[in-house]
């Protein structure tokens, strides 16, 4: 049964992320005011902590602090971070912080009062399927794990040469997405998985992290882009703007790169 808390705290979800990114990269977030909180209960003390990880609840203090720690969990708002925890504090003076802490591996016994939904492994009888997957238009930065999958074969030389058919295409280096994304260097690295949005990836997103996860070893699924060529869902790639249907094909480099008009 849900928290009468819970409610409050799904109204600030997108506030609350960026509370959590923000810790992910510094360390320590900014504060968020909360003093709203009030309207939903009465308490001696509004202080609270809850420690969480992708797995659940590690410690939780007050209801209203685990609270938030049951709709961070529910709302996913941990899938993009891999070996960290975060502590979450509630201040006298009603601001939320969220901390960083890193872990050395995943925790997997925690005490939590969080139902997690049950992995289960199906058997695949021995048989592996490929699956290809359209990339989106749409793309969120996020933030990557430890651990990057090298791309496939020898792809990455049609990758570099795409880059420079890229800077040399002045409609299309412009671009907010290709000048900000592909063509900064400074700019971030995100898993795939993580870095396509849109319609087709809100419904599927769900099962494409148990994949991204292990839960499903026979499933391999490759995303097809406009830029990267094939890519794997724990493969670090940046955002672009790029689209199949923009151009007309004049030949084939030697690397396989199809060049355009």
């Given at each position: 049964?849900?928290?009468?808390?819970?409610?409050?705290?799904?109204?600030?979800l997108f506030k609350i992320?960026?509370?959590l990114k923000e810790a992910?990269?510094?360390?320590?977030?900014?504060?968020?005011?909360?003093?709203?909180?009030?309207?939903?209960?009465?308490?001696?003390?509004?202080?609270?902590?809850?420690?969480?990880?992708?797995?659940?609840?590690?410690?939780?203090?007050?209801?209203?602090?685990?609270?938030?720690?049951?709709?961070?969990?529910?709302?996913?708002?941990?899938?993009?971070?891999?070996?960290?925890?975060?502590?979450?504090?509630?201040?006298?003076?009603?601001?939320?912080?969220?901390?960083?802490?890193?872990?050395?591996?995943?925790?997997?016994?925690?005490?939590?009062?969080?139902?997690?939904?049950?992995?289960?492994?199906?058997?695949?009888?021995?048989?592996?399927?490929?699956?290809?997957?359209?990339?989106?238009?749409?793309?969120?930065?996020?933030?990557?794990?430890?651990?990057?999958?090298?791309?496939?074969?020898?792809?990455?030389?049609?990758?570099?040469?795409?880059?420079?058919?890229?800077?040399?295409?002045?409609?299309?280096?412009?671009?907010?997405?290709?000048?900000?994304?592909?063509?900064?260097?400074?700019?971030?690295?995100?898993?795939?998985?993580?870095?396509?949005?849109?319609?087709?990836?809100?419904?599927?997103?769900?099962?494409?992290?148990?994949?991204?996860?292990?839960?499903?070893?026979?499933?391999?699924?490759?995303?097809?882009?406009?830029?990267?060529?094939?890519?794997?869902?724990?493969?670090?790639?940046?955002?672009?703007?790029?689209?199949?249907l923009n151009f007309k094909?004049?030949?084939?480099?030697?690397?396989?790169?199809?060049?355009?008009?």
């Amino acid at each position: 049964m849900g928290s009468k808390y819970d409610v409050f705290w799904e109204q600030y979800l997108f506030k609350i992320g960026e509370l959590l990114k923000e810790a992910y990269v510094e360390g320590t977030s900014s504060e968020m005011d909360v003093r709203d909180i009030k309207e939903f209960g009465e308490r001696q003390s509004w202080y609270g902590v809850v420690e969480i990880h992708r797995n659940g609840i590690k410690e939780g203090e007050m209801a209203h602090a685990v609270s938030l720690g049951n709709v961070i969990l529910d709302n996913n708002l941990l899938e993009p971070f891999i070996k960290v925890r975060f502590k979450l504090v509630i201040n006298t003076d009603f601001k939320l912080r969220a901390e960083r802490i890193y872990l050395a591996e995943p925790e997997k016994d925690v005490d939590k009062p969080h139902i997690m939904e049950k992995t289960v492994r199906p058997s695949s009888g021995g048989k592996k399927a490929l699956i290809l997957i359209p990339c989106g238009g749409d793309k969120n930065t996020s933030y990557l794990g430890d651990e990057v999958a090298r791309p496939l074969g020898d792809i990455e030389a049609m990758r570099n040469e795409m880059l420079e058919l890229l800077r040399a295409t002045p409609e299309l280096k412009v671009k907010e997405k290709n000048a900000n994304g592909i063509l900064a260097d400074e700019t971030p690295i995100s898993y795939a998985v993580d870095l396509y949005q849109g319609k087709f990836y809100s419904v599927t997103k769900r099962i494409l992290k148990r994949i991204f996860n292990g839960d499903y070893p026979s499933i391999h699924v490759l995303i097809v882009s406009a830029f990267y060529g094939l890519v794997q869902l724990d493969e670090g790639i940046k955002k672009y703007e790029l689209d199949f249907l923009n151009f007309k094909i004049r030949r084939v480099s030697d690397s396989g790169v199809v060049i355009l008009n």
